[in-house]
C-alpha cells in the first residue's frame, strides 16, 4: 500500500465522488482506508441503561484504496505514486511532476 496517513486523497467511485480528504488510519491486510469526513453513515445506538439516551451517531467507514487516488501536495493533481532510491534511501515520488511525495 502506498498512501500513508495524512495523505491527501481524492475519491473516484461512490456516494462521496470528487470530494477530498486526509487519510486518517490505514487497514492493510484488507487494503481499506478510513478518509475524515468521507463515506459516512447513521447508525442508531440503543439505550444501554434507563439513565442514557438512545440517539442517531454519524460514524465513518472504511473504504477501498482502489477508490481513491493520491493528490500530490507539489503539483496539485492526482497522480499515481512511484519510488525512486536517492542516496540508498527509498523515497516516493509523483509520476507527473517526479518531485518526492
Given amino acids: 500500500m502506498k498512501l500513508r496517513r495524512g495523505d491527501t486523497v481524492k475519491i473516484l467511485i461512490g456516494k462521496d465522488k470528487g470530494k477530498t480528504g486526509k487519510v486518517e488510519k490505514l487497514f492493510p491486510v484488507s487494503e481499506k482506508i478510513l478518509v475524515e469526513g ?25 473504504m477501498a484504496v482502489a477508490n481513491v487516488v493520491m493528490v500530490c501536495p507539489n503539483c496539485k493533481k492526482t497522480a499515481r505514486i512511484g519510488y525512486k532510491t536517492e ?15
Avoid: L
Fill in 38 to 62: 468521507i463515506n459516512q453513515f447513521k447508525r442508531h445506538v440503543k439505550s444501554r441503561t434507563q439513565d442514557q439516551k438512545s440517539e442517531i451517531v454519524d460514524i465513518t467507514k472504511p
Fill in 87 to 101: 542516496k540508498g534511501v527509498k523515497v516516493r515520488i509523483c509520476k507527473k511532476c517526479g518531485k518526492g511525495v
